[in-house]
């Protein structure tokens, strides 16, 4: 009691309250969100989505590049129950995808709670429902909410925070250093050295926009690398990888891909790309590693436009010195290094998700865990992945809600059949 009267006391008071939800709580309003949602909304059951930005879909709106396009044909990337409009392109781009995700929210009815950041989000095993805490932010006014539900589902992703590697000597550089999810364009570093970390598809495309943009990029290519072009003959790789693993073994679809890739782009080990022992389609379903669909960066570094570098050995201010002995002058570093889970450090779970914030069940069994959680979003198999996730989840919670409806029913109807045969 004492120590309530000090929380009241104090300027920084938060107004408390306590929200019952009727149904599901969604902890994210990206893609793997809106999808759950709009299934939800199909199955006819209530939700609350809490976003913790003021809009929809925030990776894709405040930390992509201007020149992103899907790298993935529009079919595997629409979500369910509503698909791309057909004048889109084949590759939607960046502002194109943002329309749709709006226009889908709209289309579904889905309101989230914006500027919701959830703090903890723990199972009540007296109440038997999740209690997930969360502090609001509007203008200068903030306030925390408790939502109670029976059902949590996890949709904050694979990629909800910047992976920033600790590199010796980074801070004495002097230059600026910004993560991919803060670069634009290069247009900005026209005539400049930009050393690009990282050689996932953001590093090559920004490598490659750099490139247009005439900055003279080098790219850190510390391990080996699937590059694969994103079309095989006018048939999307992905696609054509999908239909050859649906009748051929994963280790066979990997020798074909790669000799297409090889027919196509040619030797890239000569330009410092070497390539995994395992097939890209393997890596991708052991280790998560998804292969690089070039879309021009490799004309680039065979022209000479883009420098691979092998490994960071230390920064110095001005310069870097390579794990070989070379150095090099430059002029901006951009960290091309990825993205990670958040779930741990909201979510008091330890036996469905794992200490790297995923599911510890690999796909296709990780969306369901124990006591009303669910995860989407965490495949591995980007949206047409999450879509999966989120029509499974909203059948499973929608098949509990329409049999508990029925019995609320029929318990109504005895009840006024009672009320009936009393009177008269």
């Known amino acids: 009691m004492e120590n309530l009267f000090r929380l009241v006391d104090h300027e920084d008071f938060f107004a408390r309250r306590c929200i019952m939800v ?13 999808a759950t949602a709009a299934c939800l909304r199909d199955q006819r059951v209530p939700f609350e989505v809490l976003e913790r930005a003021d809009c929809v879909a925030s990776l894709w709106q405040k930390r992509t590049y ?64 999740w209690r997930v805490n969360t502090v609001s932010t509007t203008g200068s006014t ?14 904050t992703g694979e990629n909800a925070e910047c992976v920033v590697p600790d ?37 090559m495309e ?39 693993l649906k009748w051929l073994p994963v280790w066979l679809a990997d020798k074909l891909l790669l000799l297409f890739s090889w027919l196509i782009l040619g030797s890239i080990e000569k330009y410092g790309l070497n390539r995994p022992s395992v097939g890209p389609m393997e890596l991708k379903n052991t280790q998560g590693k998804t292969p690089v669909l070039d879309i021009g960066a490799l004309d680039k570094i065979k022209s000479g436009g883009i420098k691979v570098v092998h490994g960071i050995k230390r920064f110095s201010y001005g ?13 901006a570093v951009v960290l091309a290094t990825g993205y990670r889970s958040n779930v741990p450090s909201w979510l008091q779970e330890g036996d469905f998700f794992s200490k790297n914030g995923f599911p510890k069940q690999p796909f296709p069994q990780g969306w369901k865990g124990n006591a009303g959680l669910y995860a989407v979003g965490f495949t591995r198999r980007g949206l047409s992945g ?33 009320c009936i045969s009393q009177t008269f």
């Open 206 to 244: 920004l490598s490659l926009d750099l490139c247009n943009h005439n900055a003279s990029p080098s790219i850190v290519v510390r391990s080996s690398v699937h590059v694969l072009p994103r079309e095989i003959y006018g048939k999307s790789t992905f696609e054509l990888a999908v239909f050859l």
């Open 167 to 203: 590199i010796d000597g980074l801070c004495e550089f002097g230059g600026e250093v910004v993560h991919a999810s803060e670069y634009k364009s290069g247009e900005k570093y026209k005539g400049k050295k930009v050393l690009v970390v990282g050689c996932g598809n953001s590093g």
């Open 319 to 331: 310069r870097v010195e390579l794990v070989g002995g070379e150095v090099l002058d430059i002029d």
């Open 142 to 155: 903030r306030s925390e909410v408790e939502y109670i539900c029976r059902w949590l589902i996890v949709a």
């Open 386 to 418: 999450a879509s999966c996730d989120a029509v499974r989840i909203a059948q499973d919670i929608g098949n509990v809600w329409k049999c508990e409806t029925k019995q609320n029913k029929k318990r109504t109807t005895a009840g006024h059949r009672r």
């Open 66 to 129: 201007d020149r992103l396009k899907l790298h993935l044909p529009k079919a595997f990337c629409q979500l369910p129950k509503l698909p791309f409009p057909e004048d889109f392109p084949e590759y939607p781009t960046k502002r194109q995808f943002i329309d749709y995700l709006e226009s889908y929210a709209k289309h579904f009815e889905i309101n989230p709670k914006f500027n919701s950041c959830v703090q903890s989000a723990r199972y009540d095993e007296t109440s038997g429902f």
């Open 22 to 34: 009727n149904g599901p709580v969604i902890v994210g309003a990206g893609p793997s969100g809106l």
